[in-house]
């Protein structure tokens, strides 16, 4: 039988055998407490009345709305159904976002393993430029991509140590610079490096090729002056200038009173130079 709140006008079906002498409901929406009015109650059935004292509602006689009761609420249904409606449309937003993920991951990969060198070049993995050649203390040169010295060979590498009257222990590095491109190279220069035992660098130096000094200077000139004739630049511009194909360039780095802890060196040609076109 249905029931209406006379206080909200809000309306429930309810069992008959809700409606007995005495039952009483509260409106689950404004919480108003109102006498069931309606047929008596059948003798075969017949349950105990609640008194008016007694503070039951309408929920604890239905149990809440959500029980499986139908409280007769078309307004609360509908806005479920807009809830739900939402939802779907959510969840497929998101499945478009993985997979526009996906597919752009899988074209990443592929133009990385396709084409590697478009992301070096783009700076994405690293420089595009490798290190220029470098020597370590056995004599090997290790392959640089560097356009302009990329055909710069070491020759002739050693090291050595050297008392100086003067500094006290000089650290002598010394080689030359071999040009096998087919047109010839200037101004080439040179890094040295030392390392400790753990591979550490401990300094480093850079000097122009073109000049070493005898062994005589080594042991009484002054730091100073072993600097000023090792970055003589006319005798530069004399010597490492117009190095034609084939032909070779020396050099001479110099550290003074380099700790104990060096235990290798490193050379590389980091610079070199085309001559002026005529």
């Known amino acids: ?3 209406t709140c006379p206080n909200c006008s809000t309306k429930y079906n309810l069992p008959d055998s809700m409606f007995k002498p005495g039952a009483k409901a509260r409106c689950t929406v404004c919480k108003h407490m109102f006498p069931l009015a309606g047929e008596k109650a059948t003798p075969r059935h017949e349950e105990p009345v609640r008194s008016r004292d007694d503070d039951s509602s309408l929920e604890d006689i239905l149990g809440s709305p959500d029980s499986g009761f139908d409280l007769d609420a078309p307004a609360q249904k509908k806005s479920k159904g807009k809830t739900k409606e939402k939802g779907k449309g959510k969840s497929k937003v ?40 470098k020597t370590s203390a056995n004599g090997s040169d290790e392959v640089t991509v560097t356009d302009n010295i990329k055909n710069l060979a070491l020759r002739n590498v050693r090291q050595y140590y050297q ?7 000089l650290f002598v590095v010394e080689g030359k610079v071999v040009n096998n491109f087919n047109v010839p190279k200037e101004l080439v220069k040179v890094e040295v490096t030392l390392f400790d035992t753990n591979n550490v660098t401990i300094t480093s130096k850079q000097q122009y090729c073109g000049i070493t000094v005898s062994l005589f200077q080594l042991q009484v000139l002054g730091q100073q002056e072993l600097e000023s004739a090792l970055n003589n630049k006319i005798e530069i511009l004399t010597n490492n200038t117009n190095i034609p194909p084939g032909g070779e360039v020396p050099f001479m780095v110099v550290f003074y009173n380099p700790p104990a802890s060096v235990s290798e060196f490193g050379v590389k040609v980091i610079e070199a130079k085309d001559p002026p076109k005529k």
């Open 1 to 3: 039988m249905h029931v």
């Open 94 to 133: 998101g499945l478009v976002i993985v997979l526009l993920v996906v597919l752009l991951a899988g074209a990443g990969a592929g133009v990385y393993f396709t084409m590697p060198d478009l992301f070096g070049k783009l700076g994405l993995f690293g420089n595009a430029t490798a290190e220029a050649p």
């Open 163 to 169: 008392p100086n009257e003067k500094v006290g222990q």
